[in-house]
């Protein structure tokens, strides 16, 4: 009796190459990692008792993605406001367009837009520069008031680059 094996060869080689994902550290050491230069707040709304940061890196065969998140708590009052910053090298996950759908238009400085919403969870405030997408992100807890829509603008209207050698 004779047998035939045969095999299918499969594309062995993923999408996704280099992953890295870092969960909360100091901020120095995350901005260590960054491809990019973010620009940075120099106003956040909210009495900072504890500032971390994570991060998703990886590379696809389209190019590079990587999303910096800096957390800014309050313990005491349970409060976070996150900001969140992406670089896509193709511009294939936000676009204007795709960060505007929903969302209430606002002028920021600089010319720049940006796009506010609000649900039961989260009041959020996107905008892109510089080739990143950015947003902050104000959680509400339960109970928790919400921010004045001006303080996640004025908190966007003072951002600031980061220097190559890490200070503000």
Same mark, same amino acid.
């Given at each position: 009796m004779l047998i035939v094996i045969t095999s299918c060869k +499969?594309?062995?080689?993923?999408? +996704?190459?280099?992953?890295?994902?870092? +969960?909360?550290?100091?901020?120095?050491? &995350?901005?260590?990692?960054?491809?990019? &230069?973010?620009? &940075?707040p120099i106003y956040i709304p909210i009495d900072v008792a504890e500032e971390t940061a994570s991060l998703e890196s990886y590379e696809t065969k389209q190019g590079k993605f990587q999303e910096v998140v800096y957390h800014h708590r309050n313990n005491d009052k349970q409060q976070l406001y996150n900001l969140i910053i992406t670089y896509d090298e193709t511009d294939q996950i936000y676009s204007e367009q795709s960060i505007a759908r929903g969302k209430t238009s606002h002028a920021l400085e600089h010319g720049i837009q940006g796009y506010y919403e609000e649900d039961d969870d989260a009041q959020s405030l996107w905008w892109r520069n510089n080739g990143l997408t950015y947003r902050f992100v104000y959680f509400l807890n339960e109970g928790q008031p919400k921010l004045d829509k001006q303080e996640l603008i004025q908190s966007a209207n003072s951002v600031v680059p980061l220097q190559p050698n890490g200070t503000r």
């Open positions: +499969t594309n062995s080689e993923g999408s +996704t190459t280099n992953y890295v994902h870092v +969960t909360e550290q100091p901020v120095e050491l &995350i901005e260590s990692k960054l491809e990019f &230069i973010p620009e &940075i």
